[in-house]
């Protein structure tokens, strides 16, 4: 055991209480400062999350607000989870800080690309969705409108709509690092995942079904990158296994014979 596990090991419970009341204080600040920082912005991000829907309103058609507070509390809203979004890195790297000292050192090399690779792939998924499933999403709803119905979406429910849609891609985008860590961890083998595309393939439509509107558009936007993700996920978890089995062939040629 090295030293700095067990000087955390022996680190008294109240001590852990605290250490972990510091950094979730410095998350609360992190996440208002960013706010506060951003509120001045509050409607100009709202118009720029809403602009993929207000491209598709028919001509002369706008956005409703049908809440009396809505015109404030929507963009309020917004800009609150867009500072918690932006301040993943930060966010994440508390919770880092705080769980590193108990960790070994082979698993703190492998947790901090991981951790970069997360954000990263959550920010990617945010990304796809609003430039790629959006515009699609939007001109299909907009071309199926019957006759004789204005189409003028309220922007409360239009928020709830797409946060929900953001976090789904990114929820979905985290595929590969899921199956690299069954891989690493030695949970399943990459043969097993292999084995387990046809399955896969069908969980990734279901979840597009259940996550995304009932239209097979975005159903498939959502499904075909998590099927990518998947595989990308399985290719470095194969990589993992290669790099694996020599280490282990050493380890097992250190071992003295057993005497019959």
Excluded at 62 to 72: D, L, R
Excluded at 101 to 108: I, Q, S, V
Aim: aromatic share 14%; net charge neutral.
């Amino acid at each position: 055991m090295s030293h700095s596990q067990h000087t955390d090991n022996s680190m008294p419970l109240i001590a852990h209480l605290t250490e972990l009341r510091t950094r979730l204080l410095r998350i609360v600040v992190t996440v208002l400062v960013v706010f506060a920082a951003l509120f001045y912005f509050s409607q100009d991000i709202y118009a720029l999350v809403a602009a993929p829907l207000r491209a598709y309103l028919p001509e002369g058609a706008t956005m409703i607000a049908t809440g009396v507070a809505s015109p404030f509390l929507t963009p309020f809203k917004l800009t609150m989870v867009v500072a918690l979004f932006l301040s993943m890195p930060i966010i994440l790297y508390q919770i880092w800080s705080f769980i590193a000292p108990g960790l070994y050192k082979h698993e703190k090399r492998i947790a901090v690309p991981l951790m970069v690779c997360s954000v990263a792939l959550f920010y990617a998924g945010m990304a796809f969705a609003y430039f790629v499933v959006f515009p699609i999403m939007f001109g299909f709803f907009a071309s199926v409108t019957p006759e004789g119905v204005e189409m003028m979406t309220d922007i409360g429910q239009y928020l709830d709509f797409v946060l929900t849609l953001f976090f789904a891609f990114g929820v979905a985008f985290q595929i590969p690092i899921a199956t690299f860590l069954l891989a690493w961890i030695g949970i399943v083998d990459v043969t097993t995942l292999r084995k387990s595309r046809p399955y896969v393939i069908v969980g990734c439509f279901l979840v597009g079904m259940l996550l995304t509107p009932p239209d097979v558009f975005s159903q498939t936007l959502l499904a075909l990158p998590m099927w990518f993700l998947y595989e990308i996920g399985v290719i470095f978890g194969g990589l993992v296994e290669k790099k694996r089995r020599p280490e282990d062939a050493s380890s097992d040629e250190q071992q003295p014979p057993v005497q019959p």
